[in-house]
């Protein structure tokens, strides 16, 4: 088999195609990684060389190489206080605007999606109830959806392996789980405290019925899409949001490869974006 | 724990109300409400024939939510009407409007391309720019040859930077003469200078397919 | 070392200014639309930014008006757009802008302007 060479460049090219479409931008210093995995997709898919693959890559209309080629730059694995830095975020600055700005006493509510295996759904609630003081004044009420309803009947069943727990301090582990067979069970309580659904985003109507939320989490799903998708993924979330809710993405994703819609708002602890009020 | 549990999301009373009538959506887009004017935009995705009216209240609203409902529309209704509103709108004299729109166009990339040619040759330069944007997301075997008319002949030094800008990712060695020539157009223009070899050198040693 | 912020859609043109700026010993990032360029400045701080006009999802003129709008850092901002109507300076001007140029722009009109904004143009 002859040997693929990505050149100076084709790394520079394909970095800044990357960019635009995905938003991450690779330096220098990744280029092994890179190189790596692009010859790894270039010989996966049978292109003759970076050439080819670019081409393809580029002109392809499903977009599935790139969704092909996006998952194997980066890593896309859920865990427990996975991103923790948005959920401290949330306690710590999102929450009180919101409970400020509140005109009734309605629940707090926050939409989790996608819901995978629940890990995220979960890992909120334990974080709400272990650092926010609001807890004791406010209802919260938690929803987290999936396309996938395999992922949502593990979710309910609520059993983890030790890999996804692993990041957890041990008094939580103790507190809100019991060991089981070779994993974990989240206890009961947590259990039932969070409604758990199986949604296809892209069907508006089906969407009709999300309504009057406070915080979308939508992390590590959107880079996946394609533009088209992406859009009308938006639209959901802003159609679903109350005037000023939040929407908090994945560490790699930015509102500036989807969506208009949004206002870009720094907290100490994360950048996130916010619905405009209506008086705007 | 004061997690609470519906057993079903939300159901808005007023989107049970809203309408699928084209005559009574049509009302609900010129509405002074956004939130309606939003909702009559996405509902309208289901009536072929809404284009017009859509364009029609995209030229006006001052509202992004509305814009952003109604070029989402758009798209997918994806048909003439919808192509022939989207380019006068390029000719708008707001910007936010313009950049919109060609967000939208890329978004529509058969439905531009028969119109390609013309929209290269427009009389207004920026529209020549705009159209340049829209070709980096067309999936067209045209492409690179339609850069190469635009750096051969475009009078408009803005139009061929644009259109240099793409070759650097799209080029192949047919565009290497067309992209010399236009070095020598605009000989004492550095950016030119510094974008041709950059082209140039991303294409580098080609085979030519 | 001053940092400066390059504001556009096209990777050859934030490359060209990448180019012209890092010669003249500027520390220099980019952003390729206004969404893209606030986020840049939340997070770390600019001593000047670069910006075109017509950009995706949020434009040079949002940009500033956000920018403008927002308690987050208030760097200067050039804006260099390919419209050259007086009506489009005016409104640059109104939302914040601290200097209009119009495309292309010579390695030397950048560096002056720049520096000028700086405070550091020499006498």
């Given amino acids: ?280 | 724990m004061p997690f609470i549990k519906k057993n079903n999301p939300t159901m808005d009373s007023y989107e049970h109300d809203c309408s699928r009538d084209l005559n009574e959506l049509a009302v609900q887009l010129v509405d002074e409400n956004p939130v309606i004017r939003r909702s009559a935009a996405l509902n309208l995705a289901e009536h072929q024939g809404a284009s017009e009216i859509l364009i029609d209240r995209l030229k006006q609203d001052r509202d992004i939510s509305v814009r952003d409902a109604i070029l989402t529309t758009l798209i997918s209704l994806g048909d003439t009407f919808a192509v022939i509103g989207l380019v006068e709108c390029l000719r708008s004299e707001d910007a936010a409007l313009r950049n919109e729109v060609v967000d939208a166009m890329k978004q529509l990339p058969e439905k531009v391309a028969p119109i390609m040619t013309s929209l290269l040759v427009d009389v207004n330069s920026d529209v020549r720019i705009f159209a340049v944007n829209i070709l980096e997301s067309l999936r067209h075997l045209q492409v690179e040859t339609w850069l190469d008319r635009v750096i051969e002949d475009d009078p408009h030094i803005n139009v061929c930077a644009t259109a240099v800008d793409l070759l650097g990712e799209v080029g192949t060695s047919t565009s290497r003469a067309a992209l010399i020539h236009l070095r020598s157009r605009f000989p004492d223009e550095p950016y030119i200078c510094f974008a041709v070899n950059l082209a140039l050198k991303r294409i580098g040693e080609d085979k030519g397919t | ?123």
């Fill in chain 3, 1 to 123: 070392m001053k940092r400066i912020l390059i504001v556009d859609d096209a990777a050859t043109v934030r490359l060209y200014y990448r180019t012209i700026l890092e010669s003249a010993n500027y520390s220099v990032e980019e952003a390729i639309n206004g969404i893209e360029a606030l986020e840049k400045i939340m997070l770390i701080s600019f001593d000047l930014c670069v910006v075109d006009i017509n950009m995706p999802k949020l434009d040079g003129y949002g940009f500033l008006k956000e920018l403008r709008r927002q308690a987050i850092d208030q760097p200067p901002v050039i804006m260099i757009s390919t419209e050259a109507q007086a009506s489009d300076r005016q409104q640059a001007y109104r939302l914040g802008a601290n200097l209009y140029l119009i495309k292309p722009v010579k390695p030397s009109e950048l560096l002056t302007h720049v520096r000028l904004l700086l405070g550091e143009a020499r006498a």
């Fill in chain 1, 1 to 280: 088999m002859k040997k693929i060479i990505i050149s100076e460049d084709d790394f520079q090219k394909f970095r800044e195609f990357f960019y635009r479409k995905v938003g991450i931008s690779f330096e220098n210093d990744k280029r092994y990684f890179v190189d790596k995995r692009l010859i790894e997709r270039i010989e996966l898919t049978g292109a003759n060389d970076f050439r080819d693959y670019f081409i393809m890559l580029r002109f392809e209309a499903s977009g599935q190489e790139l969704q092909q080629l996006i998952n194997v730059m980066t890593i896309n694995e859920t865990y427990f206080f996975r991103e923790e830095y948005q959920f401290k975020c949330l306690v710590n600055s999102i929450l009180d605007e919101i409970t400020r700005n509140k005109k009734d006493t309605s629940p707090i509510r926050i939409w989790c999606v996608p819901s995978s295996s629940g890990e995220e759904a979960y890992s909120i609630a334990i974080y709400l109830l272990e650092h926010w003081p609001g807890m004791t004044k406010w209802d919260v009420e938690i929803i987290s959806s999936d396309i996938d309803s395999v992922m949502i009947e593990r979710a309910q069943r609520g059993h983890y392996s030790s890999r996804s727990v692993q990041y957890l301090p041990a008094t939580l582990l103790t507190k809100y789980f019991k060991p089981s067979g070779d994993g974990y069970q989240i206890c009961e309580d947590l259990r039932s405290s969070i409604e758990f659904t199986c949604v296809n985003l892209m069907d508006s109507v089906e969407m009709r019925a999300y309504r009057k939320f406070d915080v979308i989490f939508c992390r590590n799903l959107l880079i996946y899409f394609d533009d088209l998708s992406r859009r009308l993924a938006a639209e959901t979330f802003f159609d679903a949001l109350n005037p000023n809710g939040f929407v908090c993405l994945g560490y790699s994703e930015s509102m500036s490869r989807i969506s208009s819609l949004f206002r870009v708002r720094k907290f100490p602890e994360a950048i996130v974006y916010q619905k405009p009020g209506v008086d705007l």
